[in-house]
């Protein structure tokens, strides 16, 4: 059974919730709604390409803002050693350094 007063309660409740989720994301909308910069894009690709292998980044962030994607990389790559370490496969997955497969 639900009382009236509880029912009003958790409608004014629900409708701060919504309210601040909205505020929230009219506080974003310059951010994740404005187009980016192409010069940017291609200027981000074309730093991975040339990366060596082995040293690529596991996630890449193009704009004025990167949301902690360089903490995450380097929490993520101490995590993977560890794991390798752990099942002893280091060496196995070490990248050789030289030409490509297929290059000239």
């Known amino acids: ?39 940017e894009v291609a200027d981000t690709v074309l730093r991975i390409i040339e990366t060596p292998a082995g040293e690529k980044q596991l996630r890449s962030f193009v704009g004025p803002q990167n949301f902690g994607v360089d903490e995450i990389n380097a929490l993520s790559k101490q995590v993977q050693t ?21 290059s000239v």
């Open 1 to 39: 059974m639900v009382r009236a007063s509880s029912a009003g309660a958790t409608v004014s409740r629900i409708g701060r919730v919504r309210r601040g989720q909205r505020d929230a994301c009219e506080g974003q909308r310059g951010t994740f709604l404005t187009a980016g910069n192409a010069q």
């Open 82 to 102: 560890n794991v390798l370490e752990a099942f002893g496969l280091t060496a196995d997955i070490e990248f050789l350094k030289g030409k490509a497969v297929g």
